[in-house]
T-cell receptor, first 115, second 113 residues
Framework: KAGVTQTPRYLIKTRGQQVTLSCSPISGHRSVSWYQQTPGQGLQFLFEYFSETQRNKGNFPGRFSGRQFSNSRSEMNVSTLELGDSALYLC??????????????FGPGTRLTVL | DQQVKQNSPSLSVQEGRISILNCDYTNSMFDYFLWYKKYPAEGPTFLISISSIKDKNEDGRFTVFLNKSAKHLSLHIVPSQPGDSAVYFCAVISGGSNYKLTFGKGTLLTVNP
């Protein structure tokens, strides 16, 4: 079974631009979560989608948004990029939501660099 | 304010010896705890978990201990192998209405041959 895939793997943008990252979960998984990893803050939860609905959201500004499609694939968008948005963005999928404590499986991440 | 703390940014052990990775948390409402391992250029990989109703869970060379009164979690790796060299993150899930993984900042484990 294929794992979680994320595209693109690397991305370079300039301040003020916007970016869209894509995540394809493991087949059959319906929950997709996004995390930001930076050296200073570690792994921080962005948001979680289940059945095309955002059900959980972390403490990030509204410039960070996401969506999930009917096939469970998810995208996250960051508008008006800032230098501090440079990070590794990780997507994780699980069979259902966290309440069942199903294991989350992570993709390899998208490394975003903002110049 | 960090709810999950891994106070040791790095740890170095000899092959064959025990590795002990520690994690402290602040919220007694946390009810499920996990350890993830991360190699460079890869996403975190689930390692082992423990529910708050238990105090120990074993899986092969990996054992997680939970001390609820001290709000402390530890991961023991015995015997340590060079392939275990990675960053280890502890993570928690809390009950209530906001389900999400909250991670510590990680500990870099280096196992020397």
């Amino acid at each position: 079974k294929a794992g979680v895939t994320q595209t693109p793997r690397y991305l370079i943008k300039t301040r003020g631009q916007q970016v869209t990252l894509s995540c394809s979960p493991i087949s059959g998984h319906r929950s997709v979560s996004w995390y930001q990893q930076t050296p200073g803050q570690g792994l921080q939860f962005l948001f979680e989608y289940f059945s095309e609905t955002q059900r959980n959201k972390g403490n990030f500004p509204g410039r960070f948004s996401g969506r999930q499609f009917s096939n469970s694939r998810s995208e996250m968008n960051v508008s008006t990029l800032e230098l501090g948005d440079s990070a590794l963005y990780l997507c994780a999928s699980s069979l259902s939501d966290y309440k069942s404590t199903d294991t989350q499986y992570f993709g390899p991440g998208t490394r975003l660099t903002v110049l | 304010d960090q709810q999950v703390k891994q106070n040791s940014p790095s740890l170095s052990v000899q092959e064959g010896r025990i590795s002990i990775l520690n994690c402290d948390y602040t919220n007694s409402m946390f009810d499920y705890f996990l350890w993830y391992k991360k190699y460079p250029a890869e996403g975190p990989t689930f390692l082992i978990s423990i529910s708050s109703i238990k105090d120990k869970n074993e899986d092969g060379r990996f054992t997680v201990f939970l001390n609820k009164s001290a709000k402390h979690l530890s991961l023991h790796i015995v015997p340590s192998q060079p392939g275990d060299s990675a960053v280890y993150f502890c993570a928690v899930i809390s009950g209530g209405s906001n389900y999400k993984l909250t991670f510590g900042k990680g500990t870099l484990l280096t196992v020397n041959p």
